[in-house]
């Protein structure tokens, strides 16, 4: 994440070089058979925790809040307000803080990682924790479409939370990237839920997940290939190009209700190269 990579604490130089150098390098296992470069960061206590040491760093753009409880807090980290209501909603960013926070010193409890981020919406302004905050990101040219003069546009988002690369370096932890739909025919501007099926596990690496996504990871990346209707519907072509393969599958979004949902219908075959 380009936004944050500024305000992350650096890396005790010792122990990159303890990590990265064979001469000293130790044949041991790491945790959960991730790289050395996780087990040096994990071990350098480069996660602060002191409150008092949290600073903040403004920023600008939008962001969706998602989340079963998503708690609302103030200066002091301390909870004010359940803002759960607003899981699905959009929010102003205001700031980000400059440490990262985290769940524990294991493998797991980094990838639990996370930025705390300062929202604002008409009624309410505070402090979130960043893995519930999903950035909306640039709309990218090949992601936007134009069905008689109706605009739809597909926006990435991504979350302040641990991913897949920190620092420069490949963490591998998981993430979760939902797409947001603009519709302006339909004056629709949110996320799209996913029907779960065989295909849909198979397209997020096995989990359930209730949302859209379009991957952009060390798993895969993802991209729309082809658009069209079908019978007032929207029928996806989604490419996805893995290290050493790809696939296609088909995506039917439709929009009832006053939201959007895709279902797939396939997922692909593997080719390797």
Not at 114 to 138: A, H, M, P
Request: with cysteine.
């Amino acid at each position: 994440m380009k936004t944050m990579n500024r305000y992350l604490i650096p890396i005790i130089l010792l122990s990159f070089y303890a990590c990265t150098n064979p001469q000293k390098r130790e044949s041991k296992q790491t945790i959960n058979q991730q790289p050395e470069r996780v087990d040096s960061i994990i071990k350098t206590e480069i996660i602060k925790k002191d409150i008092e040491e949290v600073k903040f760093t403004k920023i600008n753009g939008e962001a969706v809040l998602i989340g079963e409880k998503i708690e609302l807090l103030d200066n002091d980290l301390k909870v004010i307000a359940d803002i759960s209501n607003l899981n699905g909603k959009i929010v102003k960013l205001k700031s980000v803080s400059d440490s990262l926070f985290n769940q524990g010193k294991d493998f797991e409890g980094f990838c639990k990682s996370f930025w705390y981020v300062e929202i604002q919406t008409d009624s309410i302004k505070g402090i979130v924790s960043g893995r519930q905050v999903f950035k909306i990101l640039e709309l990218s040219e090949n992601e936007k479409f134009i069905i008689k003069n109706n605009s739809i546009e597909f926006l990435r988002t991504e979350f302040f939370g641990m991913g897949v690369v920190y620092d420069g370096d490949l963490m591998g932890c998981p993430v979760d990237q939902p797409i947001l739909v603009k519709d302006t025919a339909n004056k629709y501007y949110g996320l799209v839920d996913l029907v779960e099926n065989d295909y849909s596990k198979k397209a997020s690496w096995g989990t359930v997940y209730p949302y859209f996504e379009l991957r952009a990871d060390d798993g895969g990346y993802d991209r729309i290939d082809t658009l069209f209707v079908d019978d007032s519907k929207i029928r996806l072509r989604i490419h996805r190009g893995f290290q050493e393969g790809e696939n296609e599958s088909d995506v039917i979004l439709s929009f009832d209700n006053g939201k959007y949902q895709a279902e797939y219908l396939n997922f692909g075959e593997i080719k390797y190269e």
